[in-house]
């Protein structure tokens, strides 16, 4: 185990779980390697491309360009959507590789909003692309660690004198509401089963549990660890000097050149020259195609299809239940769908199921764990786990025959929350008044105007302990444990997808393509046999959610308090419109639309299968969230 002697340190107040023996030949299962085309395949490629139409057409002797900034998205993104999605970037630098109108690559890296994964996935098409011999080029202006890590996958590192590289550290934070809820009199009544999970702790804690602490105090070692290793190695370094990089706050960029931490300091016009030369235009012509037209590029052009098909089904997420939702959310009733159609495809030899969720609601997840076991009767299906995969997405990623994570992969946390939410000081406060006639002893157990009687509290918490053993019980299953094994790594604790791996959760470590050979090696498909690997998710994205602002300001907050603290409930009444109160809370402090996912079914008493709302960031965001730049470099 890496660092054993930090790593033991986290397991503080619970018996230390042993290392489950590794599978070998899963572990053996090979990855994504370059394998340079033969003679006879260039010249296929070249005739190819001689009647390429003319959008997937460019000069010859160009540098494929690309901007990464914000969301990264898991799913093929629609054409209304700006975000730019991982498949379009990984498939880019896949083709490239092989593309002989293709010198280079050149990547502008602003702040990133995505997990540590997806930037794990990036860095391995990196590496295949650079096996090419081609130049790769990473241009920063504005980075922290998260922005570092993956610029350190690239040959060269430019920034401009001016820049702000700041490499300070890593940090976790959790967020807590209760004494936000307490003022606005919204009392959680929450029921959480397991002692790690705690989904529930940031509308029942001011702060940090013990437990919480210390799942988060793992997590966050795993990525300093990995950070540290990457870059080191990366920049030919030893882990002290990145530590002392780290410790020593450097803000002027001319000793990160002097340190070779970056290749040289250089404004983006001296960029353009760099990519001048190295490009086969004329004297003062810059060769370039931007990823946004090179992804219309067909595969099939370099011999990147095979007569045989995967299928790779995309969640990304918050689980919902019901149907019809729109947005970035995972419902039961469109997976079911979706995996239907693909089982009786006899074009389709296997699936990869890629999640990217932090769960949510538990009878959904159950519903889709039962029916991608249906699936894994008749067809090979592999989970591939992206940034998160955990509690739902646990879930449904368990009913695969195999699962393979990202090292950096946020995974685990089986366990349940449930609850409501009382809002009879609320109500109160602002003059509101409800009354109930019922018949049956709980026929008003999720009244929201009081709280839980005995009986009503008694029977929440033996339904929640009975939703929890359900889930670590069908886990125990699917993992091939025994039930006292596996409630040692449940509890809702949340875990690296190295150490997942290490405690048999998850099969191996790796991205997409290991789940690819792993589908080929289930589907009895030669190693070496070319396949045909077939996206068929895309994101939800409309014209007029593009219009939309997003919830409540902070302002409102501040609003609310003040018409509290003024004993005004006339005018609170207004601005609450009494059941908004929630809503205008989790919009105002920048709730995620996972947790208001969560808050929406605690609301309504539902059993949620969810990771606690946590942020693990390097120190650029301190400085750079909400900023936007203008001085965008134009062949991007």
Known sequence: ????????????????????????????????????????????????????????RFKNGSVLTMKLSGPIAEQPQGRFSSTTAL??????????????RIKGVCVKIDPLQCGWSKIQEIKRHLAYFRESGKFSIAYLERAGEKEMYLASAFEEIYAPPSASISVRGISVKG???????????????????????????????????????????????????????????SRGKTRQDVLDLIDEGVYDMKKLKE???????????????????????????????????????????????????????????????????????????????????????K???????????????ALASDLMWREIQKFSEEKPIIASMADVAASGGYYMSMGCQK??????????????????????????KVGYNTETISRGRFAEILNESRKFSDDEAELFDKSAQYAYEQFRDKAAMSRGMAIEEMQKFAQGRV????????????????????????????????????????????????????????????????????????????????VLGMQSALSLIRGGLGISDEDANMMLGLDKGLVMAQLPEFKLEGSVESFDVGLTNDSEMTIF
């Open 87 to 100: 498949p379009d970037i990984c498939n880019a630098l896949r083709k490239a590789a092989l593309d002989p």
């Open 259 to 345: 340190g070779n931490w970056i290749t040289d300091l250089k404004y983006e016009d001296e960029i353009n020259d760099i990519l001048k030369e190295r490009t086969d235009g004329k004297d003062d012509e810059l060769r370039f195609v931007r990823l946004q037209r090179y992804r219309k590029v067909s595969p099939s052009a370099f011999g990147l299809h095979g007569k045989k098909t995967i299928a790779v089904v995309r969640t990304s997420g918050a689980i919902v239940g019901g149907s019809g939702s729109t947005g970035n959310v995972i419902t039961a009733e469109s997976i079911i769908t979706q995996l239907r159609a693909l089982k009786k495809n």
């Open 495 to 574: 875990w690296s997808g190295q150490r997942a791996k290490q405690f048999g959760l998850v099969d191996a470590c790796g991205g997409l393509w290991k789940a690819v050979a792993l589908a080929k090696e289930a589907a009895e498909i030669d190693p070496a046999e070319k396949v045909t690997v077939r996206e068929v998710s895309r994101g939800k994205v409309s014209p007029l959610s593009l219009l939309s602002s997003g919830g409540a300001s902070l302002q409102s907050i501040f609003a609310i308090l003040v018409f509290m603290a003024s004993g005004d409930k006339n005018m609170i009444s207004q």
């Open 347 to 361: 074009k389709i030899a296997a699936v990869v199921l890629r999640v990217d969720s932090p769960g949510g609601d």
């Open 1 to 56: 185990m890496k660092n054993l002697k930090r790593s033991q340190l986290v397991y503080s107040s619970v018996e230390t779980p042993e290392v489950v023996e590794e599978h070998a030949d899963v572990e053996q299962v090979a990855e994504l390697t370059f394998v340079e085309q033969s003679n006879s395949e260039k010249a296929m490629t070249n005739f190819k491309l001689l009647f390429a139409l003319p959008w997937r």
């Open 175 to 233: 967020t807590f509401l209760r004494g936000v809820l307490d003022k606005v009199g919204v009392e959680p009544e929450v029921r959480r089963i397991g002692n790690y999970k705690s989904a529930g702790d940031q509308l029942l804690r001011h702060d940090m549990s013990e437990y919480q602490r210390e799942q988060l105090t793992a997590l966050l070692e795993d990525i300093d660890d990995d950070f540290v290793d990457s870059l080191a190695v």
């Open 403 to 428: 699962i393979v994570a990202e090292p950096l992969t946020i995974t685990g946390s089986i366990g349940v929350v449930t609850g409501k939410f009382n809002l009879s000081e609320l109500y109160e």
